[in-house]
């Protein structure tokens, strides 16, 4: 399935410091010199034991006397010395169980890619099964018994994506495409009007991925950190995706930090330091009611001084209606901005996917000052309207970079328009 997120070229993910040829190459060389200087002295070294066997054999009256000294001789220790080298093998079975896969070979490490890409199909699939389950109950009913395709039908249909949470506005678009296919005998049974409705939800979602942030990979590598600035109402999850976020990008091999700029409410920081605890990812976070700026230009200078890759910025819980708090995001934004080129490079609007409609109200109008770039859906695994998927891409035209599949820190997965709607219709 690849990584989980990505700005650097293929083989710097790989490296980790590990794999790097140059090491080995410069070992090589010295261990060439080395030979050369050991060679004389180990001879000198095992000259001498070899003399004092010999003396101490020569007499045969001391010999039965000796057996006692042989068995305090150095070669009983030598024995030890021998079993210690082949600790190493052990220890070559502890790679077998490395994420880096450096002990396996090319057609392995394909075979594993594989088999993750199926398991995180099959995990995707159980997420929207709940969705799966209610729109294919409906739609069962809606062509149970039916031959042809009549507006009666479309009606029924109709009824059942707006059920999924799909919404009003978009339910009404796909269904003026799939009339039109009728009319040109386009759509003629029931298997292709599937199709049809599979095809135009897709269409929907890969649209939405033309305006705000599609990738990581649009902003240059050289720019760092890369910020990820956090914003939505209290509730949606917002704490749990910084400490995902945050795991997922730090198993890519990235040096990450957490800005806990949430200084509004008391229990923010403490939940952030009990993800970053879990994470093994760095906190930056100051006293309650801390200018949230004040967090940022620190966090901003501590990313640069460590050479982190990644800065996740949380913010407060905003409504639209909270001037103070939306100036207090824009003061943010500047001074990111002015830190850093292109700051915030993202801007995620995290939107519980339980809320459905109401969600994408509190979406809607927080778009029009917070800036958002793109999507985290979370809970998608826990309602069956995850149609709102598909209502969100379509009104807000952004991209869902990510969504929420469970309760896990490896929940959290990029979001594939592809698998999605497939496992809505599996």
């Known amino acids: 399935m690849g990584l989980f997120w990505r700005r650097k070229n293929t083989d710097q ?43 101490t054999g020569a007499g045969p009256t001391p010999a039965p006397l000796e057996p006692k000294v042989v068995t305090d001789a150095p070669p009983p220790p030598v024995k030890p010395v021998e079993a210690e080298r082949p600790k190493p093998a052990p220890a070559r079975p502890a790679f077998a169980t490395s994420v880096l896969g450096l002990n396996l070979s090319m057609e392995e490490l394909q075979a594993q890619e594989a088999a993750l890409e199926q398991e995180f199909s099959a995990r995707f699939r159980r997420a929207v099964s709940a969705t799966r389950e209610s729109l294919s109950d409906k739609l069962d009913t809606v062509f149970a018994g039916r031959k042809q395709i009549d507006d009666e039908l479309l009606d029924q249909l109709e009824e059942a994506l707006i059920a999924a949470d799909i919404g009003v506005p978009t339910t009404l678009e796909i269904l003026e495409t799939v009339r039109r296919g009728v009319a040109r005998k386009q759509i003629n049974d029931i298997e292709a009007l599937k199709t049809a409705i599979k095809g135009e939800l897709l269409k929907i979602l890969q649209t939405s991925e033309r305006q705000g942030v599609a990738s990581e990979m649009s902003v240059p590598e050289d720019v760092a950190p890369y910020v990820m600035m956090i914003v939505g109402v209290n509730g949606v999850g917002k704490t749990t995706t910084i400490g995902k976020l945050a795991q997922r990008i730090k198993a890519e091999g990235n040096d990450v930090l957490i800005c806990a700029a949430d200084t509004f409410r008391a229990a923010a920081s403490d939940q952030l330091a009990i993800w970053a605890e879990r994470t093994g990812v760095p906190l930056i976070q100051q006293k309650q009611g801390t200018d949230p700026a004040a967090v940022l230009f620190d966090s901003l200078k501590a990313a640069k001084a460590r050479g982190s890759e990644v800065l996740i910025v949380d913010t407060a819980g905003r409504l639209h209606n909270k001037s103070n708090l939306m100036a207090e995001l824009e003061k943010m934004k500047r001074v990111a901005a002015r830190e850093v080129e292109g700051a915030p490079h993202e801007t995620l609007l995290v939107v519980d996917a339980v809320t459905g409609q109401n969600g994408l109200e509190q979406a809607r109008q927080l778009l029009k000052v917070a800036g958002v770039t793109g999507i985290v859906l979370t809970k998608l695994d826990g309602t069956a309207k995850g149609g709102i998927a598909v209502a969100i891409a379509k009104e807000l035209n952004l991209p869902i970079r990510y969504a929420g599949i469970g309760e896990k820190v490896d929940d959290l997965v990029v979001f594939n328009p592809q698998q999605y709607v497939e496992g809505l219709f599996a």
């Open 13 to 55: 993910f790989v490296t980790l410091g590990l794999n790097e040829p140059k090491t080995p190459e410069t070992t090589a060389p010295s261990a060439e010199t080395q030979p050369q200087k050991p060679v004389p002295e180990p001879v000198e070294k095992e000259t001498p034991p070899e003399v004092v066997p010999v003396v």
